[in-house]
């Protein structure tokens, strides 16, 4: 039975039980006639009254409860946006303010987990891609040298070169894959020794002398002399900084500067990368810390590599309870800078 009709059903049910009295009093005669007849209207016009306001009371009601069977039945259909009026009596009123946080929380982990779905989904189509092209290459090249189709030995050099060339980038890349998701899975270990940061990056910035000459690169260093050793795992920040440093070079002009300074603050030594070169987006700052993420959409691999490379810094620089971070300006170029704690992180 609806509701409207089972308020209307109690509502004629307490004028009919007055009317049967009435009626008995008038059959007994216990009061006059005329006493009895005012009775009766006023009976049956407060009946009417209360009807109406019942009818009107309800249609409040119905219009709430209604609205909320419509939604609950668009959630039910996975559509989890839904927000009804919170009007009515108190307690529709209290039903519709729950009804709506609950909803809206649906809707927020709906989100989340589209999102980590989306994101799955994403990774595992760019791992597939970066090794497929390698994996490819490497293929072609050999199949060509069995053939036999090339028989100058300069260009099977050539061939051999490649696929040599290629097969450390896949091993660079299932290493730097491994290195990632042992750091996102947390089961890497923080084990930090005390290091001079100092002997640290002079012995990063030996393995790009060459590259450096090569496009007349200057590299200006200043290192704050009151910095003395540093808690930090010397290998991994090495790792960062040839991260960093690689990149500055990767994306700077011929003939322009880099600049490398460590500065000591309070409680923490701040390493910053500084390279005049195309700078990034702002709307993209933030996303080159995500796994695969590269502004340059073609993944030439002229401009570096798979996009993992600053991902694998900010867990590091993390896993040591520092920071990692960037400014930068489109033409003008990027200042990367971390920071490390001076003291040993506590767990
Ligand atoms: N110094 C820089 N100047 C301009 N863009 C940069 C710089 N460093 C990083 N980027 C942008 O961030 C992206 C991600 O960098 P990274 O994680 O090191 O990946 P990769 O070097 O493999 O491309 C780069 O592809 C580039 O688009
Ligand atoms: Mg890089």
Known sequence: M???????LANG????????FLII???RMVLSPEVILTLTVITVGAGSLSMLAHFFFTSQILKSVNQMTEETSRIADGNFDVT?????????QE?????NSMSEKLNRMFSELKRSEEYKTELIANVSHDLRTPVSSIRSFAEALQDGVVTDEKTQRLYLETIERETERLSHLIEELLTLSQLESGTSVYDPEWVHPDVILVETLQQFDRRIQERDIELSVHIDDKLGVIPMMPDQIKRVLTNLIQNAIVFSPDHSTITISLK???TEAVFFIKDQGSGIPEAEVDRIFDRFYRVEKSRNTKFGGSGLGLAISRQLIELHGGKLGVESSVGEGSEFWFMLPLEIKEE
């Open 264 to 266: 000591k603050r309070e």
């Open 95 to 99: 039903l519709a303010q729950h009804f």
């Open 84 to 92: 009804i009026r919170e009007k009515g009596p108190q307690e529709i």
């Open 13 to 20: 049910i307490s004028i009919a039980i007055i009317l049967v």
């Open 25 to 27: 009093s008038y059959v």
């Open 2 to 8: 609806k509701l409207r009709t089972m308020l209307m």
